[in-house]
């Protein structure tokens, strides 16, 4: 914003320079012969009409040469950084004919934007002759002024064309800046925010002291005027359960995540722990649901600022934490590049696998003592043993209140679990546990397990996971 102020402050310096400049001559020329204050009025009249025409038109040709000159700069780029594809599939040819397509439309532009320069000078430079020409019979063949002050005078008056051209274009200039970061700045200013916390909103001190999720016609949507892409969800979790969740893509597994965290537009109720989410504050309840995406974000500094950034737990717990979420099983102690609490972390955790990184994600909700946890699996880019160590940490190490919901991605990871929901548009089509599921002819989960070719190890998952 401050660098904004003194760009602003510097334009409008040079714009009033130039102006008192413009001024000064006319004065000067007014003072020696005051006849000319019409004609001076006239010309000054005559060139704001042409600037103004000018601005119009030029602020426009103006974007589209930049709208033009951005395809040829990627192109370039794109053809720099791909060069040995491009001579590998013997695509020379074509890049070619593509890149003189993009110069081609940008020269056109360029040509269009110094005919509209071209224009203005033109027009500034012929009613500053005329106004010239008139002073100078006027000097010479009317007024008994001296020889040195009609010398002055018109050198004032050859002057001024190159003053009003420069003029008009600091103007622009001003303008055009200003428009630009005004308008960015604004569009800033108008982010929608999300609701500010409030002394109501805090919940108490003892809450959530369990994972029951209650929700009650959940509807969500991504923008005011977008589609329902939740509609009306009703379920029950009780502490302490896992639940399951899937559908076919795009059925909304990843939107009721969001939808629970209050991070797109609800309608509905969801009571976590028997209070209303919609009266909390945001930060009190995403602080009190531990979300692990597919690729989990880490910040970066040590591993130890990562899992508890406020330095609330000493290093014994943060220990324990990473070796509940299974990390020291993947690692041997004498490994040169085992990984420490003081182990640096790259920005986004670009030093570390997706499976590390999901580990250290488990760790961060075992530090929290999140009463509820959401698993968005990974479908790929996780190795065998690091996925089952996941899953046995999930399995072991999470207190018996804690309630697991699991997006899966893979039929194996959750049909051990309690209940499944199986999502189907937006809706809920099946809730319960396993077995039932797969009992119901014409069932969505029983297709899914059905088409899977590890059927038979589904069967039997389920079939374990009900009887136990
Ligand atoms: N940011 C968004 N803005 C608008 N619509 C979105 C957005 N993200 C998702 N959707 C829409 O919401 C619907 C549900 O998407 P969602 O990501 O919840 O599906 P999903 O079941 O998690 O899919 P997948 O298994 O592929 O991750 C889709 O129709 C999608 O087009």
């Not at 709208?67 to 001579?87: D, E, M, T, Y």
């Amino acid at each position: 914003m401050k660098t904004l102020d003194n760009r602003v402050a510097r334009a409008t310096e040079l714009v009033i320079q130039v102006f008192i400049f413009m001024l000064l001559k006319i004065v000067a020329i007014i003072t020696f012969s005051p006849i000319f204050v019409i004609p001076a009025a006239l010309v000054s009249l005559a060139s704001a009409l042409c600037a103004h025409v000018f601005i119009k038109v030029q602020l426009s040709v103006k974007r589209e040469l930049s709208n033009s000159k951005a395809p040829v700069l990627a192109h370039f780029g794109a053809a720099v950084s791909g060069i040995v594809s491009v001579r590998a599939f013997g695509a020379q040819g074509a890049f070619k004919a593509e890149a003189y397509r993009r110069i081609d439309r940008f020269t056109s532009v360029s040509v269009t934007f110094s005919n509209v320069t071209r224009w203005l000078n033109m027009r500034i430079n012929m009613i500053a002759l005329f106004f010239a020409t008139g002073l100078a019979t006027y000097l010479t063949y009317v007024s008994d002024l001296s020889a040195s002050n009609t010398g002055f005078s018109l050198t004032m008056a050859t002057a001024f064309s190159s003053v009003i051209t420069q003029a008009i274009r600091v103007y622009n200039e001003f303008e055009m800046s200003g428009n630009g970061q005004v308008s960015s700045s604004q569009s800033y200013l108008l982010i929608e925010q999300e609701p500010k916390s409030t002394p109501e909103g805090v919940p108490p001190a003892y809450w959530p002291a369990s994972g029951h999720l209650e929700v009650e016609k959940l509807s969500a949507r991504y923008s005011e005027d977008g589609p329902k892409v939740l509609r009306d969800v009703s379920f029950e979790v009780v502490a302490g359960e896992r639940v399951g969740i899937v559908g076919r893509t795009g059925s909304g597994k990843s939107t009721l995540t969001l939808a629970l965290l209050r991070c797109i537009l609800t309608e509905g109720n969801v009571r976590f722990d028997g209070l209303l989410t919609e009266k909390i504050n945001l930060d009190a309840l995403r602080s009190s649901i531990t979300i692990i995406p597919q690729v989990p974000e880490l910040l970066s500094g040590t591993l130890r600022q990562n899992l508890d950034p406020f330095s609330e737990h000493d290093d014994a717990v943060l220990n324990d934490a990473l070796r509940s979420a299974g990390l020291f099983n993947l690692q041997t102690e004498d490994n040169q590049s085992r990984i420490t609490l003081d182990t640096q972390v790259a920005g986004g955790g670009a030093n570390l696998s997706v499976g590390q990184r999901q580990i250290l994600a488990l760790a961060r909700a075992i530090v929290r003592r999140s009463k509820l946890l959401i698993l968005d699996e990974a479908t790929s880019a996780i190795d065998y043993e690091t996925d089952s160590i996941i899953q046995t940490s999930l399995r072991t190490e999470l207190g018996k209140d804690v309630t697991l919901l699991t997006v899966a991605h893979r039929l194996q990871t959750i049909m051990d679990s309690d209940k499944i929901m199986v999502l189907e548009a937006g809706q809920i089509v099946e809730f319960g546990k396993p077995r039932e599921l797969l009992q119901k002819e014409n069932g969505l989960l029983r297709s899914l397990v059905d088409e899977s070719r590890d059927r038979d190890k589904l069967y039997t998952m389920a079939m374990g996971a009900s009887s136990s």
